[in-house]
């Protein structure tokens, strides 16, 4: 320790940060507390219930079966020559992964504020287990639908693979970034005003309606061609379509699409990033 | 041994009142001088940190312009009032949350324990939460691995350590929390009140723990409490906070014998003036102090207590006189009454010594009253609380209780074994 230079300290606490300051090697320092958050988070959800993980699965399974009966039966939504189950199935798998990173991430700051007001560690760490934790749900529910994937094939339904497959899983990390980046947009801003809770749980629901998630893209262009653009300016719908093209060989791969929505997902990711920064310091007072 | 932290004119100021309507209002008027390169006009407002007063600014300052050194080794006590911006400190050199102004600078790790077993999941068995707690707190896995059987051991839960959390008594989960704790190794180590947590056996482990970590082991150890028997015992140095300010730095003894005192300078030397020149005598002075030591050090209640009287006696019927003091305590309880039966007065100046022997008095702050008594039978002069001194807790041996003994006396009487 030398004690008359001023450039050996190691870090300084102060207000003043740069707009721009992550500490990745400060976050690798913490990779174990990533992992023993994601660990938690797996396997402490249905802990004291009788079916377990077996909650993964009952949820997607019974909205496809319900999106089925309304919009396919009811309704008449032609899946062309999918089955409409696998159609949803696959949709709401998709969505559901980006809707809980959304959600949880967006509720970082208030859920973890007993923590985050007695302890220092890089806050990152906690939307960033979240999308995680999330990501082996996913896995869990993904394992389901090839199971009903091979039920149909063997049945004889006009399913196949496609060789674009091996880009799925670029597009769940595109997924899982975009929902990490405006969940943490809006975690930052929901710790000053409330309100947005609110207005998060009504709008994912609204953004499920248009984001293709139990219609094909291109219906929403023949029936509703005035209000398409509702659909085509949302990244998400380019994710869940090129998602069912790769799992069902329906609907289109629209690579401008996909270039789109990786130019939205890494601008937002980038202010999420940013605003997050910044909060981190003192929310503790404002939460 | 060197500058270890450094904090440079940390202040810290709150909004007062419910945060909601009024603050998107002040945000935009921030961050319209902010964009216009103007400085925050809210940071000029702000009253001082004072719990009792209504406040007239919707802002307050928690901390206000505070600076001190940490040197490598040093274990740091920080003392104040309920309020006087200790947490806030602490939460800020903790990282928890930024101060408005000033910068704290740092050549080591910091780990914080404002609170134990942060993080904890009741879900969990013991040995699960070991490694999230430990892991939340700064360690990393296998340093956590390495030390698993120690912890273990430590926390004295091994039957329960495959059991959830939950199951736990809140003893049970405080042990735990503390075990891993006492097992951190960061550079410096900062601590809030953990100590007031567990019972006698458990306290004791956890303040002999803290010793060997301050001591043994070399590290810079922020100490905060409530404790003064703990602050004196762990602490090289010590600082008091009041109303958001240091109000002293320096020795242990002296911060919390002005901490007792409600902030005042220690002076235990009392002058008085004109109104106690009386027709029979003058009182010129009282002065409560260690015997051995000077009247401006705070008085330790293990060494022996002398109270000096300057009176002086115009009358030459001095028999007739005599001086009586009643001691009473912070309470306002009168405790004793003890009078000059073996000293006579003289005509002239008299200085009138009288000795509490050593660890008569336990730690407060005690009144004294004084009677000037005629014929033994009428008083001619009653003064209520005309003096009053404190006594602070002297360091205690390292694993005895830090709490407080009952009652205000410890009188040391003879023992004997007659076996």
């Not at chain 1, 700051?109 to 560690?121: L, Q, T």
Request: with cysteine; hydrophobic share 45%; aromatic share 12%.
């Amino acid at each position: 320790m030398n004690r008359s230079s001023d450039d050996t300290w190691l870090y300084t606490i102060s207000s003043k940060r740069k707009l721009i300051d992550f500490n990745f090697r400060e976050l690798w320092r913490y990779r174990d507390l990533l992992f023993l958050f994601v660990k938690r988070d797996v396997v402490t959800v249905y802990k004291q219930t009788i079916l377990g993980p077996l909650w993964y699965l009952i949820q997607p399974l019974f909205t496809a079966l319900t999106f089925t009966l309304i919009f396919n039966k009811v309704a008449n939504i032609e899946t062309g020559t999918v089955p409409p189950f696998l159609f949803n199935l696959a949709g709401i798998s998709v969505w559901n992964y980006f809707k809980n990173c959304l959600q949880a991430t967006s509720d970082t700051f208030r859920s973890n504020a007993g923590i985050f007001s007695k302890v220092y560690f890089p806050r990152l760490i906690s939307p960033l287990s979240v999308v995680i934790s999330n990501l082996i749900k996913f896995g869990i529910q993904l394992l389901i639908f090839i199971g009903f994937y091979v039920y149909y094939y063997t049945q004889g339904a006009a399913v196949s693979l496609n060789s674009t497959l091996v880009f799925f899983p670029v597009l769940i990390i595109l997924m899982g970034l975009l929902g990490l980046g405006l969940g943490m947009v809006i975690s930052s801003m929901v710790t000053k005003y409330r309100d947005l809770k609110y207005l998060l749980n009504f709008g994912v629901q609204l953004l499920m309606y248009t984001s293709a998630v139990m219609y094909p893209l291109a219906l929403m262009r023949e029936k509703l061609p005035r209000f398409a653009w509702l659909v085509e300016y949302n990244p998400m719908a380019y994710v869940i379509e090129a998602a069912r093209y790769m799992l069902l060989s329906t609907g289109t791969l629209s690579v401008n699409g996909i270039v789109y929505t990786a130019i939205v997902t890494m601008s937002i990711l980038f202010i999420g990033l940013v605003v997050f920064n910044k909060t981190e310091k003192s929310f503790i007072d404002t939460v | 041994m060197g500058v270890i932290l450094k904090a440079e004119h940390i202040s810290k100021q709150y909004r007062l009142g419910v945060i909601g309507t009024g603050s998107l209002k002040d945000d935009l008027t921030r961050w319209w001088y902010r964009i216009q390169g103007k400085e925050d006009p809210f940071l000029k407002v702000g009253a001082v940190n004072d719990r009792s007063t209504q406040a007239d600014s919707d802002y307050v300052w928690a901390l206000q312009d505070i600076s001190f050194e940490v040197q490598q080794g040093e274990v740091l006590g920080i003392i104040g009032k309920n309020g006087a911006g200790k947490s806030t400190l602490l939460k800020i050199l903790s990282r928890v949350t930024a101060p408005t102004t000033g910068s704290i600078k740092t050549k080591g790790r910091i780990a914080s324990l404002l609170e134990v077993g942060t993080g904890f999941h009741p879900e969990l068995t013991g040995r699960e939460n070991i490694y999230l707690n430990g892991v939340i707190l700064g360690m990393t896995k296998a340093e956590i691995a390495g030390k698993e059987a120690e912890i273990i051991d430590f926390s004295g839960c091994a039957r329960y350590i495959d059991t959830p959390v939950k199951r736990y008594s809140s003893g049970m989960r405080v042990r735990l929390a503390f075990a891993v704790a006492a097992f951190l190794e960061p550079d410096i180590l900062v601590i809030d009140e953990v100590l007031a947590v567990g019972d006698a056996e458990f306290q004791k482990k956890a303040i002999g723990k803290m010793q060997d970590i301050s001591k043994g082991e070399g590290r810079t150890v922020l100490f905060v409490s409530h404790n003064m028997a703990a602050v004196k015992s762990l602490c090289t140095r010590a600082m008091v906070l009041v109303n958001g300010h240091i109000a002293f730095e320096g020795s242990t003894d002296a911060a919390v014998s002005l901490y007792l005192k409600g902030g005042a300078e220690i002076f235990n030397n009392k002058t008085f003036g004109a109104d106690y020149d009386q027709d029979i005598f003058t009182l010129q002075s009282i002065c409560a102090k260690n015997k051995v030591k000077s009247a401006n050090e705070p008085i330790v209640e293990d060494a022996e207590i002398e109270l000096l009287t300057d009176i002086l006696i115009k009358t030459e019927e001095t028999e007739r006189y005599h001086i009586t003091y009643h001691l009473v305590n912070e309470l306002g309880v009168p405790m004793f009454s003890f009078s000059n039966t073996d000293v006579s007065l003289r005509t002239g100046r008299n200085l009138l010594s009288c000795y509490f022997p050593n660890g008569f008095l336990q730690s407060g702050q005690y009144f004294l009253s004084l009677y000037i008594v005629e014929d033994r039978h009428h008083a001619i002069f009653i003064e209520k609380d005309i003096y009053s001194f404190v006594v602070v807790d002297a360091p205690r041996r390292l694993g005895v209780y830090m709490g407080r003994e009952p009652g205000y006396i410890k009188p040391q009487f003879t023992w004997e074994n007659r076996e």
